[in-house]
């Protein structure tokens, strides 16, 4: 995936409000972006660290900037908008990067199901119409000075939906895989955050005795744009 315009860089002053964020750029003039991650962001958003904004040319918008990256003074890699991960993962399935997928023909997107008003990141279908339901979940919660990653980094009750509805599917005989993207370069080994969403946790591992598939990968991140890389251990 590759950004479609040119990243720009500023130090970071301060996130707030959950989507906004204030950062000096090099001649002293501070602006603020958009942050479209909802999430507590731990580590991710650290004051004096240095950030890559994209810039929209649509009219409509309040804010012309986005943030897509942080780069720690840990020397961390970090794609800290989460909209990316859908569309990373769906690029790595179309060009055929992912063995345990090349066998389906058709993907879309957000597309609605369940029994809880939800909609899937990613529908899979074959020839003979058989589907795949894909659920992608950015990590980017880093244990210090290791190489452990964690989801989530906050408890998510939207999360614990899609694991209720993707366990529904695996009864159903459906096959339904849970994605975790790591978008953060100091993490290679994955595991549920069972110290921050205890529930989220129960039910990952309810749903995988289920049936439901867990994946995990990392990425090559950069200015010029995010490529899925390669599975990495899975720590349940």
């Not at 003039?29 to 999430?39: L, M, P």
């Not at 650290?46 to 943030?67: E, H, M, Q």
Request: with cysteine; charged share 20%.
């Amino acid at each position: 995936m590759l950004f479609s315009s040119q990243l720009q860089s500023g130090i970071l002053i301060q996130r707030y409000k959950r989507f906004l964020a204030d950062i000096m750029l090099s001649d002293g003039q501070i602006i603020t972006i958009h942050c479209a991650n909802t999430g507590a962001m731990t580590g991710c958003a650290n004051s004096g660290d240095i950030v890559w904004y994209s810039t929209s040319t649509n009219p409509k918008r309040k804010l012309a900037y986005s943030w897509e990256l942080t780069y720690t003074k840990a020397r961390h890699w970090i794609c800290v908008n989460t909209i990316r991960a859908n569309s990373i993962v769906k690029e790595a399935i179309t060009a055929h990067r992912l063995a345990e997928f090349v066998q389906y023909e058709q993907i879309f997107s957000e597309v609605k199901y369940g029994q809880e008003n939800s909609r899937i990141d990613l529908l899979l279908e074959d020839s003979q119409h058989n589907r795949c339901y894909i659920e992608v979940k950015s990590v980017t919660l880093h244990e210090p000075n290791s190489v452990k990653g964690y989801f989530p980094d906050a408890v998510t009750t939207r999360g614990q939906k899609h694991l209720r509805e993707l366990t529904l599917m695996a009864q159903q005989g459906q096959r339904a895989v849970v994605c975790f993207l790591v978008l953060h370069s100091g993490i290679q080994t994955f595991s549920p955050a069972t110290h921050i969403d205890p529930s989220y946790c129960r039910l990952l591992v309810e749903a995988m005795k289920q049936g439901v598939e867990i994946r995990c990968y990392n990425t090559h991140i950069s200015t010029s744009g995010i490529e899925l890389n390669q599975a990495i251990p899975i720590m349940v």
